[in-house]
């Protein structure tokens, strides 16, 4: 009889349901709520985790094929609740017509190298033939601008609120950066932050692009919290070094994005190790397997190992990603190999 399948062994049926395009479970991901029995069977409780019909239509697919037809459950009656009642969001989430995939780079705590990896993910996604946009949603500490180096530049006005974005390298940029002048304090209270970042999103004429990588402020406060709500996000890449300390903030992060329902993509270490310029040799400043062992936890997977090159640094200073000023060095191929796994990480 259908009706005495515990719960446990349901769970552990949706446990082989991945997230469209992902290779984590619906499970891992958070998005089950809870099974309940039915006189008939089993309903299972989901949170909505995307807008996108096609996506929750393959999901209840899949959720009806492991329980009946693996599991034998009579009837499967699916129940989705949608987030926006949850999160108690009058505005709604932002979303952008000819977008395809929303990607946020977030980090626990600052000095990362979030700006970084999301400049040089941006620009190797640029590389592969990708359209791709990059918004710079640090409002407090810019730093996008420089790393394009497009501090001069100012955004086309395209009538009404409207604007162009900034583009460089093949990557469409906006930043509250542009907006400043070089003096202007940034001291933005937290409407104005979730005003502006909404603003620039809706107002911008990003156009039609494959990607739009986000690089979110650090940490895991409110504002990072109201901002990831704010945005439809498709995925979210976390940032980490692999210091035991950056891991537990980074878990912080990848539990914020949870939250907010958006699905991890994965980690990325960066600052992960040291080549020696003479002797060849790898060298494991920050110590090693941190990153590993929380995506281990987590439940998600580490991207990639960025090490730490100084031209890394000397090419974000002088307006160049590396990927752009050399794309054989090796923190490039790095670069470019995540940006590999990014497009494979995402439904069509
Ligand atoms: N792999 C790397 N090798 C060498 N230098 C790096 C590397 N990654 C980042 N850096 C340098 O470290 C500094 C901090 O990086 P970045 O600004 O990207 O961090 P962030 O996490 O965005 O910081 P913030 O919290 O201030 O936004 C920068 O000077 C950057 O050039
Ligand atoms: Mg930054």
Known sequence: ??????????????????????????????????????PTGYAVVM???????????????????????????????????RVEAELGEKTGRVRLEGTKH??????????????TVAANLAAALAHLGLSVGLLDADIYGPSIPMMF??????????????FYPVEK????????????????PVIWRGP????AVRQFLKDALWGSQDFLIVDLPPGTGDAQL??????????AIVVSTPQDVAVLDAMRAVKMFRQVHCPILGIVENLSFFVCP???????????????????????????????????RAAGDSGMPIVIKEPRHPASQAFLDLARKVVAAVPD
């Open 192 to 195: 104005m932050v979730m005003g």
């Open 278 to 312: 003479d002797c060849g040799e790898r060298d494991d400043l920050f110590g090693s397997g941190g990153g590993e062992r929380m995506a281990k936890e987590e439940g998600t997977e580490v991207l990639a190992q960025i090490p730490i090159y100084p031209e890394v």
């Open 1 to 38: 009889m259908a009706r005495q399948i515990p719960p446990d062994a349901v769970i552990e049926a949706l446990g082989q349901v991945k997230y469209p395009g992902y290779a984590a479970d619906i499970v891992t991901l958070g998005m089950v709520e809870d099974v309940q029995p039915t």
């Open 169 to 184: 390298f093949g990557v469409k940029l906006v930043s509250i950066g542009f907006f400043l002048n070089d003096r202007a």
């Open 102 to 115: 929303i990607i946020a780079v977030g980090s626990g705590k600052g000095g990362v190298g979030k700006s």
């Open 226 to 235: 109201t901002l990831a709500q704010q945005v439809a996000l498709d995925g």
């Open 47 to 81: 949170r909505q985790a995307t807008e996108r019909d096609e996506v929750m239509k393959r999901l209840a697919e899949d959720v009806h094929r492991v329980l009946a037809h693996d599991l034998g459950v009579a009837q499967v009656e699916l129940r989705v609740r």
């Open 149 to 162: 180096g497009t501090t001069e530049e100012r955004p086309k006005a395209a009538g009404g609120n409207n």
